[in-house]
């Protein structure tokens, strides 16, 4: 099966930093996603993991530890735009059609 | 480039009809299309795989005759939600995989069963 956990929410003020932590416990693995949704709108890409270590992209960076089953992403200098849900997904190479499970999400809220 | 569009944006539909949703990958050729399901304030439910020329892959607890799913070519699929009822009443969103990597979303469908 598959679990993923995050958690429901974080808030945070503007131009600090914010990390959002994943766990996961799956029966196959090929890379951890991580996805930014805002309210009514499809989910837009952020960050893709497979192999051990820190991805930096601008403000956004993601961390993988596969031996731990754990990932972060770390939001740097908060903006009241990067308010949204943010999920954490992972790749299932069986059957060939690499499957995304996601967790249950993590709502950020920046205050000014 | 990677670019997916869903039509309609948005459907408001009697209890008990049938609603199509299309899902077009724009500028690549999408072998796999998935169908996921949002109701608000939770995640993505994976409802069912679609790969084109082959029956659609349905993940556990989804009706298959309740949610046909045709994807006729490689660049288009669509979810039919037959007799619907306002349990139905989600956010529908399809992705499309090119090659072996990363999906992209389209904008999603937002069905409202009255």
């Known amino acids: 099966g598959q679990n993923i956990d995050q958690p429901t929410e974080m808030t945070a003020t503007e131009g600090a930093i914010v990390q959002i932590n994943c766990t996961y416990q799956t029966s196959g693995f090929n890379g951890l996603f991580w996805y930014q949704q805002h309210a009514g709108e499809a989910p837009t890409f952020l960050s893709y993991?497979?192999?051990?270590g820190l991805e930096e992209k601008g403000r956004f960076s993601s961390f993988l530890s596969r031996s731990k089953g754990y990932s972060y992403l770390l939001l740097k200098e908060l903006q009241m735009k990067d308010s949204a849900s943010y999920l954490c997904?992972?790749?299932?190479?069986?059957?060939?059609?690499?499957?995304?499970?996601f967790g249950a999400g993590t709502t950020v809220t920046v205050r000014a | 480039g990677a670019v997916v569009s869903q039509h309609p944006s948005w459907v408001i539909c009697k209890s008990g009809t049938s609603v199509k949703i299309e899902c077009r990958s724009l500028d690549f050729q999408a072998t796999t299309m998935f169908w996921y399901r949002q109701f608000p304030k939770q995640s993505l439910m994976l409802m069912a795989t679609?790969?084109?020329?082959?029956?659609?892959?349905?993940e556990q607890g989804v009706e298959k005759d309740k949610f046909l799913i045709n994807h006729a070519s490689l660049t288009l699929s669509t979810l039919t939600v037959t007799s619907a009822h306002p349990e139905d009443s989600s956010f529908y969103i399809c992705s499309a995989r090119q090659g072996r990597y990363e999906q992209y979303f389209g904008p999603g469908t937002r069905l409202t069963v009255t």
């Open positions: 679609s790969n084109e020329g082959s029956k659609a892959t349905y």
């Open positions: 993991n497979v192999l051990d």
């Open positions: 997904a992972v790749r299932d190479p069986r059957n060939n059609d690499y499957k995304l499970s």
